[in-house]
Structures are given as C-alpha cells and as structure tokens.
C-alpha cells in the first residue's frame, strides 16, 4: 500500500554533492519522523539525520555543518543535501519514514523503508 521510492545515489567526487530525495506513495494519513539511515561496508547502519512533522532536524556528528535534512509535507517527500563528501561517506544510504495510515476503525503507525540506493564518493 505504501512506498518509499529513494533516488539520487550515485559515484560523486571528494568534495562535491549530491542531493537524495525519498517520496512516499499510498493512502496516507500522517508522516511523523523522516530520517535517513546509512550503513557501510563492514559496518553498522547509523542514523544520519532526521526530521520531525514541525521541522526539528538532528544530525550525527560526523555530516553535522555538510549534510542537510529537509521535507515537502505536501509531496510527502524528504530530502538529503550531502555537500563537502567525504571517502567515509561511502555508504548505502535508506530512507526511513514513520507513516500513519487509515483504517477502516482507527489507523496504524508502521515504519516504511526506502531501496537503500548506493552513495561512493571517490578519492
């Protein structure tokens, strides 16, 4: 019923950017919390950013002054600006989102996770 359809990733250089986008899709009532979670090679997933439905946004330490979270609540769409990439930056990057949708009596909150499109930043 719901997707999460994540593009964007891709081979970019050290230094330079690149912008994700995730859009949600389906019979929704409500997005909470949108986040973007990356994980690589050997390595635990760690959430990168998110934002709640009033715009309060939160960053790990390590993207803190280069990546930017943002959301459209009309097009149900979140965003990652990454500038300033780094080789560790290097990573399959999901989207995450907490939806709301309706049913027939009352509604239910579930996490929907995007494709995880992969990010390579080359040295």
């Known amino acids: 019923q719901v997707q999460l359809a994540e593009s964007g990733g891709g081979l970019v250089q050290a230094g330079g950017s690149l912008r994700l986008s995730c859009a949600a899709s389906g019979t929704i009532l409500r997005i909470n919390t949108m986040a973007w979670y990356r994980q690589a090679p050997g390595k635990q997933r760690e959430l990168v950013a998110s934002i709640t439905s009033s715009g309060s946004t939160n960053y790990v330490d390590s993207v803190k002054g280069r990546f930017t979270i943002s959301r459209d609540n009309d097009k149900n769409t979140v965003y990652l600006e990454m500038a300033s990439l780094k080789c560790d930056d290097t990573a399959v990057y999901y989207c995450?989102?907490?939806?709301?949708?309706?049913?027939?009596?009352?509604?239910?909150?579930?996490?929907?996770w995007g494709q995880g499109p992969q990010v390579t930043v080359s040295s």
């Open positions: 995450h989102s907490a939806i709301v949708i309706p049913l027939i009596i009352g509604a239910r909150t579930s996490n929907y």
